[in-house]
């Protein structure tokens, strides 16, 4: 017999299957689920530490990189000053504590702006080694530690100078909303900064002052743990949520304190590209960021009902293998027996003939074929002696109704926890710190864009400052594309003179529209009717009077700053509420997809105080949970005017949260119920009932006399051996009936 084919291996398959689904429902429908937190604020948590490290990543990298790029713009045209070269700096870029140039052969400070650097730890003699203008920390007297980043200003005839700006370790733009801190952790586990955590002078209270210190102790215990888990190669990461962040990532869970649970995230700092290293990822730092979530235990469904169902299934299962072994296997092997018997010439007994379908036909006409065997006329034999009437109706229900039967026992059983128990309703409970991470990690997105086109602005008017009224046009040409290729924000980058014409330019053809002069605001977008939206800055050309450098920024650059896991679709909406960016697909200048959303967006630019605030909510709409937030742009820059505003929303019935975790496990059980029903199932229709029915019609017909019909087996199975007895039976008639030919003509 073969080993996939035939009665038996559908059967068994199916019992296998349909013991191991019990089992999996009664463990994962019914087992424990006293979680301390649920899993999806622990990923949330992991998601606001990734998003923390991106943007210190990115403003570590953009702090080094503008550094250098300002020097080399000095370095290309005629000498100035240092305290020059410190005064344009600090008018184009606010973003360092202190900036200072030393003249490298003698030491000698000749200008500084901003705080005091500690230019004592920098080794002079070693600045020409590979790797000597390397960024590097240094921790100054009062236990701060700033970032030291290095250029050097060359000019022909002149000493070489060394350009140093101090960073700090502080996160840009991270809203931290309430009871929430987030560090800074080198390798060792040290805090080099945090943010978040009042200092014990700040509170009032001694429970405050507990609690102030219950959080200090709770942060260094999570540095202590998230930078050995940073060594952890990234590959080898497996926890949840960990998708889409190239660094290693995870969550943890602190100590309990008055009713509250610490949960942490924690990531490194990673290069955006896989497999590249950057400055800021060099220094092997890691972000943590904790918050104080209430702990719930609540169950999310009763363990009876796991049990209850896997002892349905137990049930309903056994009774459709026992129709299957009662009616299709056993009367099969009966047949294969009794087959084989009438093959080898035992001709004595009748044929025992099955009560039901396919199977009682093949025995009636075994028994009709071993009555022709023992002489009777070809198409005679009496009909078996034991069915009544009723019988005889039950003989023509077939094996595929019998399946039938079964499949609707099995989806009994699977449908209903498919589509009908445990469904999560609009009842199901959110926990408030989703809301409350979807409200900050929206604003955090919308500082980063913002501080993204206040860069893109300031890049723009540091080579503006430059090119002087007496640069050629292959010089302004050669500034260009220098500049393009260091910054791929920018599709174009050209010079517009007062009458709209196009001086030089470096990228793709200009968008801006022929014989039009630059705008007036820093930040525009040029056409709102366009099939992509052109976001255009103007940085001011001085002496070319009216002349700008304009930078039209790729919308792809803005669509990457939004694609952050967790949070849903993402949309960047003007003052209009017209779509300019997304995380998604989306059409150009379209609306919000809802209502409720651009009822969100306005209460957002409503201003609470000095500036408006973001704002989150949870939309419960039927049956429907939908978490949305939005934040406008709130800071200064080129960039604030401009009055966008970042919405986002998601169905939480994707997160991990108990009640919909429990709704999908039982929408899974269902699922595989129906799969195993129908690969068993539909594996024994093809094997077994499709050519046994066709066995059926070729036994009839060999017992009505049809002696030409050469009968093939299609499977080494059960039906294939008595398709073969049946040939064998065909073949001993056909010699009989010449025998008996040739015994007539004999007489005659």
Known sequence: MSLLGGIRPPIAVLSALLLALAGITAIGLGGTNDERLPEAVLTSQQHFAEDGAIALRASLDESVTDLERAAGLFNAAAPVSADTVLDKISSVYQKWRGTAVVEIASGKLLAARGENLPLTAIDRAKLSEEGGLAPRMVRLQNGETRLLSFALLSWEGKPQQLLVASSSLRFPGISLGDFRAIAVVESTGTILSSDGIPEPEQVLTDLQREEVARSNKQLKAFAETAAAKAATHPLKTKEFGSGGFRGVSGSMIGDEFQ???????????????????????????????????????????????????????????ALAVTLLLGVVQRPLLRLFLESRRLNRGDLRRPVTVP???????????????????????AGDGAAPEGPSPAGGRLRRIGIRGLLIVCAVLLAAWSVPLGLVLNRADATAVVPQQLVNDQRERTDTLTDR????????HADLVSVASLIGDRTTAEDM????????????????????SPDGEVLARAGEEPQHPAGRGPGDDAITVLDDKAKEPTVVGYAEVPGRRGAALVGEFRIDFLNSLLRRPGLGQVRVVDDKKRVIAGNTGYLAFEKLPSERLDVLVDASNVKVGMSPRPGGVLYRDGGEVQMA????????????PLGWTVVSWQPVNGLAIPEYRMQNR????????????????????????????????????????????????RHHDEVGAVTRSLELIRQALQEQQRRDGANQVGRN
């Open 259 to 317: 009713g509250d649970l610490a949960a942490a995230g924690y990531a490194t700092l990673t290069a955006p590209e896989p497999g590249g290293t950057t400055y800021a990822t060099s220094l092997g730092l890691t972000v943590v960021a904790m918050v104080n979530v209430a702990e719930g235990t609540a169950r999310a469904t009763d363990p009876i009902f796991g049990i209850a169902a896997a002892g349905a299934l137990l049930v309903i299962g």
């Open 355 to 377: 009560r039901f379908g396919e199977a009682a036909r093949i025995g009636h006409a075994l028994e009709r074929l071993r009555q022709q065997m023992l002489g009777a006329p």
């Open 449 to 456: 864009v913002r501080r993204a086109l206040n860069e893109g």
């Open 477 to 496: 040409t050669t500034v260009l594309e220098r500049t393009a290729a260091e910054h791929l924000r920018y599709r174009s980058l050209y010079v517009l």
């Open 629 to 640: 937030a939005a934040a406008p742009f709130v800071g200064g820059g080129a960039a604030k």
């Open 666 to 713: 039982t929408t899974l059980a269902g699922i595989l119920g129906l799969t195993a029903a129908a690969a068993c199932l539909g594996w024994l229709h093809i094997v077994v009932v499709r050519p046994l029915r066709e066995l059926a019609r070729q036994a009839e017909a060999l017992a009505d006399g049809d002696r030409r019909t050469v009968l093939y087996p």
